[in-house]
């Protein structure tokens, strides 16, 4: 990978694009307006980008529609679309420097994360659902000898795929991966804090051969786009990965509208709980550690709620306050950095805020707390003495606050994980079989993991259960929320 001083020399030659990718070219928006996109590791402004709107949003559903039924995309054999799709993340690969560096430079995350995981978690997330798609078969229905029924499954149209800045590319293509290989056109909508990969991804979706209309990217203040594409009444799906507060507002819209399928991927504050029998320590702290405080704690499966057996607490806090020093701010474009800046100063308040609260509400600040330099720094923050009624408990922080909660009882641990309004994520770590099931079996949550902390790859499904979301990300299973299922029905002899 390169140095620190090579990825700022890179970042000299480029010009960033800033337009929306509108019916196969790059075009500003129809008001001409433009927003700053700010780096949040040196508040400088590193681009103006189109500021779209309703109308904006129109011409595109227009354009999506139009290619759908045009069958240029949709109507091409899974075969054919599965090679586009394959050149599509051979060229994420091959501009997987230039990704890596707009990805950190919008969100403040260490280039190693961007240029190792994110950008190739992109490129792997398309080619899964490129090499799937021809192996999916339809079905036929146990019926009467004298009729014939089949069940197929069939694209739903527009898809608008609304994503979160916290993952960029890497969470967009866990939406436009299974949407385009089911043979959708796709509106992709990036936050406004972090739109650059996204709008970059439009000339590489032209030069993989996806047909004009069929992926178009409009940069969005707000709730600007968002909005005006969940109230059109062409648009058929909505995919959503953000915050609860949104995804409530877009069922709202859709419910106003044409009743389109809205999945939303939610908020999380996910129960981590360490039970006293449980041999390796040190790797749970390491993990605990790791689970929170990686991409500066902006993860919605993060490892807020530390749930730890009262009689290892000391002892257990100690080690994960050392692990957490793993997590010490630096310069995102260091390769050495394993944390950087938050998304921005607003958002940094907004967690100082929180921990400033928690401490008011009782708990104690062991650690971290905001770096005094430019930059929306936070260093890892660990509260003890929290109480699951607590705001810091209860609401999704998204930053890297770990809040530290003793049980004394496997009952009290699975009651306490499971008093929450989501239900993204828990994990627990135990050396004793039976309770590793049974407590699983408990936990309200979309992933449980088991002496381990977040694995995961495309081959299974993500997402929650209560206000976390419905449906899922990844895996097989994300096909569903982008086909409906169609029975046919013949009836033989009827010629
Ligand atoms: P957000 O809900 O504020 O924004 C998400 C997207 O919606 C952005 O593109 C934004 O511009 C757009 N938007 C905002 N208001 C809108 C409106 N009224 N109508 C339509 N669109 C609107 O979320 P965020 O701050 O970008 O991301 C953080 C949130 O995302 C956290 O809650 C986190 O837990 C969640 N998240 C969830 C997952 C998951 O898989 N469950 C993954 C990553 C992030």
Known sequence: MRTQQQWMDLRQQHNIEGRAFINGQYQDSLSGETFEVINPATEEVIAYVARCSDQDAIAAVEYAKGAFRSGEWAGQSPAARKQVLLKL?????????????????????????????????????????????DKIYGEVATTEHNVHAYITHQAVGVVAAIVPWNFPLWLACWKIGPALAAGNSVILKPSEKSPLTAIFLGQLAQQAGLPNGVFQVLPGFGHEVGDALARH???????????????????????????KRVWAEAGGKNANIVFADYKNLDKAAQET????????????????RLLVHESIKEEFVRKVIAASEAFTPKDPLDPSSSMGALIDQEHKNKVLSYIRQGVEEGATQLCGGSVQCKGAFVSPVILDNVTNDMTVAQEEIFGPVLCVIPFSTEEEAIQIANDSPYGLGAALWTSDLDRAHRVARKLEAGSVWINNYNEGDMTVPFGGFKQSGNGRDKSLHALE???EVKTTWLRLGSY
């Open 89 to 133: 993340a051979d060229l994420i690969e091959q501009e997987k420097e230039t990704l890596a560096l707009l990805e950190t430079l919008d969100t403040g995350k260490p280039i190693s994360h961007s240029y190792q995981t994110d950008i190739p978690g992109a490129a792997s997330c398309l080619r899964w659902y490129a090499e799937a798609i």
């Open 233 to 259: 009444h062409d648009v058929d799906c909505i995919a959503f990965t953000g915050s609860t507060r949104v995804a409530r507002q877009l069922m709202i819209c859709s419910g106003e509208s044409n009743m």
């Open 289 to 304: 550690a790791a689970g929170c405080f990686y991409n500066q704690g902006e993860v919605c499966v993060a490892a807020t």
């Open 481 to 483: 929320k982008f086909t």
